[in-house]
C-alpha cells in the first residue's frame, strides 16, 4: 500500500502556519506580517493574496516565502524586508541606513500642512531627514513648497534623494549632508523648520524592541543620557534660521514634552510653545514660534 500524498501547501494553510509561528516567536504584528511577505514573496498585493487562498504553491514559491520566514524570526523589521514602508498614503523606500517612519510622526505633518499655505511659496526645513518622509510629503502635499533637507548620514541622504524622484518631488527639494544647520551651505531664513531628531535615552537601549535595537540605525535613535542632546541644540540654534513668525515643529518621546516645554520657555527667541498629541494620547510634536 503506497502512503498518501502530503497535503499540497496553499496559501490559506501557509498563511495560518506563518501566523502561528511569528505568534509563538514573540511578534506583536503575526498576521499582518505573514500576509504582508506572502504578498512580496507572491509579487502580489494583500487583496489577492485573499482572493488565492486555496491556490496550491509552487516549490519556488515555497523556498521564497521561507527565506523571508527567516529573516522574520531573527527579527528583521518587514520594513526592511519588502524594501518600503507607507506613510501619509504614499509607499516610501527604506533601507538599515534610515530609522522606518511610523504612524507617530503623521501628527507634525497634520501640524505643518495646516501652517503652510496651498496658494503661496513657502521656504521649508527638513532636519534629520532620514528616509525623507517628512520632507517628500511636504512637498507632495504643497505644490508651491521649497524645501530644503538634511541629515548627518550621507547613506540615508541616498534613500531620501531616492524618495523624492519616487514622488515626483526631486527639483523641489534640495538635500545636503552635515550636522543640523551645519550641513546648509548658506543663511536662510525659513517659514517652517520641521525634525524628527534622535530622541531615545542611550540607557533605555536594552529594552527597546529586538526590530529597532538591532535593526534600526543608532544615529538616528540615540541622543546622549536624557535622549534631548539634538533637541537642546536644535532650539538653541533654530532662531538664527527662523523668519520672523515662522514655526519650529519636531517629534519628540513618550514623557518628554513637559521638561522641554520649559527649557524652551527659558529661550529668548521662541514664544507660543505648545505641545500636540498623536493618535494614541501622546504629546508627541512641539510647536514654537519666532517672535
Known amino acids: 500500500m503506497k502512503p498518501s500524498p502530503q497535503p499540497a501547501w496553499t496559501i490559506r494553510s501557509l498563511l495560518a502556519w506563518m501566523t502561528q509561528d511569528f505568534q ?4 506583536a504584528t503575526p498576521r499582518l506580517d505573514a500576509e504582508i ?3 512580496f514573496a507572491l509579487g502580489c498585493d494583500r487583496v489577492r493574496v485573499y482572493l488565492d487562498l486555496d491556490r496550491p504553491l509552487t516549490p519556488e514559491e515555497l ?9 522574520r524570526r531573527k527579527r528583521e523589521p518587514v520594513a526592511y524586508i519588502v524594501g518600503q514602508r507607507e506613510f501619509y498614503q504614499r ?4 533601507s538599515p541606513a534610515v530609522l522606518i517612519p511610523r504612524p507617530d ?6 501640524r505643518a ?5 496651498e496658494d503661496k511659496p513657502v521656504h521649508v526645513l527638513d532636519l534629520c531627514t532620514g528616509s525623507g518622509a517628512i520632507a517628500v510629503t511636504l512637498a507632495a502635499e504643497r505644490a508651491l513648497a521649497e524645501v530644503h533637507a538634511t541629515d548627518l548620514s550621507d547613506a540615508a541622504l541616498s534613500v531620501a534623494r531616492d524618495n523624492a524622484a519616487r514622488h515626483g518631488v526631486a527639483e523641489r527639494i534640495r538635500f545636503a549632508q552635515g550636522d543640523l544647520f551645519g550641513a546648509l551651505p548658506e543663511r536662510v531664513l525659513y517659514d517652517l523648520i520641521v525634525a524628527n531628531p534622535p530622541y531615545i535615552r542611550a540607557g533605555d537601549a536594552p529594552s527597546l524592541a529586538p526590530e529597532i535595537r538591532l535593526h534600526e540605525p543608532e544615529l538616528a535613535l540615540f541622543a546622549g543620557e536624557d535622549g534631548l542632546a539634538i533637541i537642546e541644540r536644535l532650539c538653541v540654534e533654530v532662531g538664527g534660521w527662523l523668519a520672523s513668525g515662522g514655526t519650529l515643529l519636531f517629534e519628540l518621546g513618550a514623557g518628554q514634552a513637559e521638561g522641554v516645554m520649559a527649557r524652551m ?4 527667541e521662541l514664544t507660543g510653545v505648545r505641545a500636540h498629541r498623536d493618535l494614541g494620547g501622546v504629546l508627541r510634536v512641539i510647536e514654537a514660534r519666532r517672535a
Request: proline share 3%; charged share 15%.
Open 24 to 27: 509563538a516567536a514573540g511578534i
Open 91 to 94: 509607499a516610501f523606500s527604506v
Open 113 to 117: 500642512l495646516e501652517l503652510m499655505p
Open 37 to 39: 511577505l506572502i504578498a
Open 265 to 268: 520657555a527659558a529661550l529668548f
Open 63 to 71: 523556498v521564497a516565502v521561507r527565506a523571508l520566514v527567516v529573516r
Open 105 to 110: 510622526t503623521e501628527t507634525l505633518i497634520e
